[in-house]
């Protein structure tokens, strides 16, 4: 069971943004930029391009009003998306708030957050789906 298995189980607790039968949004506990969501399908699928199709497809479409949410959430001139799948054995995509290309550079340094500053963040972007 991967670690995102464990969160979307309730074993790990974590910062939900959303979720369906399908698929679990939450926030990176080290972000790249403060917004950044992690989306994950709820089978444990390693490569993301090994997810099955209608999958991906529905991905796409339940990961995009998140997206919204984010920008709307945070100072940005977008929200990014990547895929890079290195770090944990289950697909998955990033959604980060960014203002230039290098905002989406997974080499540098991680933004360490104190558990108050993501419930905030939280915070901002569910209600931002909400409303």
């Known amino acids: 069971m991967t670690i995102f298995s464990k969160i979307i189980a309730g074993e790990i607790p974590a910062y939900k943004i959303a979720e369906n039968d399908k698929f679990f949004a939450f926030l990176d506990i080290f972000p790249l930029t403060d917004g950044h969501v992690l989306v994950v399908p709820k089978i444990e ?50 959604l980060v708030p960014i203002s230039n290309v290098d905002d989406l550079n997974f080499t540098r340094g991680k933004l360490k957050r104190t558990p108050e500053q993501l419930k905030q963040a939280q915070e901002k972007i569910v209600a931002k789906l909400k409303g």
């Open 45 to 94: 699928v390693d490569k993301f391009f090994d997810v099955p199709d209608d999958y991906l497809a529905e991905m796409l479409l339940f990961a995009k009003p998140i997206a919204k949410a984010v920008e709307q959430s945070f100072a940005c001139n977008r929200c990014g998306m990547a895929v890079v799948g290195l770090e944990v054995p289950h697909a998955h995509m990033h």
